[in-house]
């Protein structure tokens, strides 16, 4: 039991560098990179008090996924300081770019049925949000589940979906911000067609 009342959710996850080592072994093998998980330190400074409050048992050295657990659903709650509700998201945007938002271990046996040949974890998830309905495995389809609507919130969040609506952004929500779904719902007024970024590219959209 953590500050507040809140019930820190429990997890054993192998490290990040072990499963981006066991994807680049899996689909091709010397491809890709294998970066450890670790957060900025500039998310660590802003979300330092708010961690020691909600999430004791946790520290940004070792907490990992853990860590941005606790602090994803201490956001739910609306209890984060705003500098540290800023810099959450910020930071699960960085991560997101290089395909660390989540632990790809989930996905690693589903990857290998659905998306094979991808090398890079940020395509193999791409690939994932566009078999969405295929994937059997619930721990994987949560994560993905969880991916996509982040997306509904902030779309720069997703590499694809940003390529795919740059333009779109540009003429019609230029002064609309990224935050809390505003700029998924402006796009979606005007030209909901761009928000597909389940098609394989953004070249292929018709």
């Given amino acids: 039991m953590l500050a507040g009342g809140r019930t820190m959710r429990a997890t054993a996850r192998p490290s990040a560098a072990l499963c981006f080592a066991l994807l680049c072994a899996t689909v091709a093998p010397g491809s890709a990179s294998s970066p450890r998980m670790s957060f900025r330190e500039a998310f660590s400074d802003a979300c330092g008090s708010d961690s020691r409050t909600y999430c004791p048992e946790l520290d940004f050295r070792a907490g990992g996924y853990a860590m941005l657990d606790c602090l ?51 395509d193999a ?11 059997a495995d619930q721990a994987c389809r949560q994560q993905i589940f969880k991916y996509v609507q982040k997306v509904s919130e902030v779309v720069s969040f997703d590499p694809w979906a940003w390529a795919a609506c740059e333009a779109d952004v540009e003429q019609y929500c230029s002064n609309i911000d990224d935050t809390e779904g505003l700029l998924h719902r402006c796009l979606m007024e005007h030209l909901p067609s761009c928000l597909l970024y389940t098609s394989p590219s953004p070249r292929d959209r018709g």
């Fill in 125 to 135: 998830i791409h690939c994932l949000v566009q078999k969405e309905k295929e994937i």
């Fill in 72 to 122: 994803q659903g201490v956001a739910q709650d609306g209890l984060l300081s705003d500098g540290c509700a800023d810099a959450l998201r910020d930071e699960e945007i960085a991560l997101a770019k290089d395909g660390r938002y989540f632990d790809f271990s989930l996905c690693m046996a589903t990857t290998g049925n659905l998306c094979k040949g991808k090398s890079q974890v940020k």
